[in-house]
């Protein structure tokens, strides 16, 4: 079955870590490129970061740069997030999207359900 | 930086109505690069419209996208009660990608 889901949510207090997971199964993970969006409570969609499908290339949100970094594992299909100094306006629920098309320049044809990150004291 | 601005904001329709969303780029946008999502309560986005135009694997031809330059449309036709939802445009392209603010839709 072609699906993504993520992991590693949680609680965490401002200026902590985090590191969430994306794991991938029933296409080729390596030929496409990979995305982390985000939605605050009640709010819109929000891109934050895409990865190439080798891993070579990465693109961030001006909100995250500096502070969020993306990486992905093609033999084991994850994608990964690794978010440090975190913010009270970065509570949202984080997706992973698969990258139709070229990675710099596609939609997202695949979503996975998702996974609430908390910044919180 | 290209904002999208979706409007109107709620739609409140009746079942087997047509339903008309709008998305207008702040500066032109190719249609090769614009996307419409639905979101229904609870669950992640699902992708509807690619290249503006094209319908996703396993989209009713009740949805379709139209448009070009900065104004983009969706088009719902013959509303059913499971399309209840927030539906999103979405440009990409060039290392950047930008989502409108989203149109909710309320089957009554």
């Known amino acids: 079955e072609v699906q993504l889901l993520e992991s590693g949510g949680g609680l965490v207090q401002p200026g902590g870590s985090l590191r969430l997971s994306c794991a991938a199964s029933g296409f080729t993970f390596s030929s496409h490129g990979m995305s982390w969006v985000r939605q605050a409570p009640g709010k819109g969609l929000e891109w934050v970061s895409s990865?190439?499908?080798?891993?070579?290339?990465?693109k961030y949100a001006d909100s995250v740069k500096g502070r969020f970094t993306i990486s992905r594992d093609n033999s084991k299909y994850t994608l990964d997030v690794q978010m440090n100094s975190l913010r009270v306006e970065d509570t949202a629920i984080y997706y992973c999207a698969k990258v139709a098309g070229n990675w710099g320049a596609g939609y997202f044809d695949l979503w996975g359900r998702g996974t609430l990150v908390t910044v919180s004291s | 930086e290209i904002v999208l601005t979706q409007s109107p904001g709620t739609l409140s329709l009746s079942p087997g109505e047509g339903a008309t969303l709008s998305c207008r780029a702040s500066q032109t946008v190719s249609s090769s690069y614009l996307a419409w999502y639905q979101q229904k309560s609870g669950q992640a986005p699902r992708l509807l419209i690619y290249?503006?135009?094209s319908r996703a694997t396993g989209i009713p031809d009740r949805f379709s996208g139209s448009g070009s330059g900065t104004d983009f449309t969706l088009t719902i036709s013959r509303l059913e009660p499971e399309d209840s939802a927030v539906y999103y445009c979405q440009h990409y392209g060039n290392l950047i990608w930008t989502f409108g603010q989203g149109t909710k839709v309320e089957i009554k």
């Open positions: 290249g503006a135009f």
């Open positions: 990865i190439s499908g080798g891993g070579g290339n990465t």
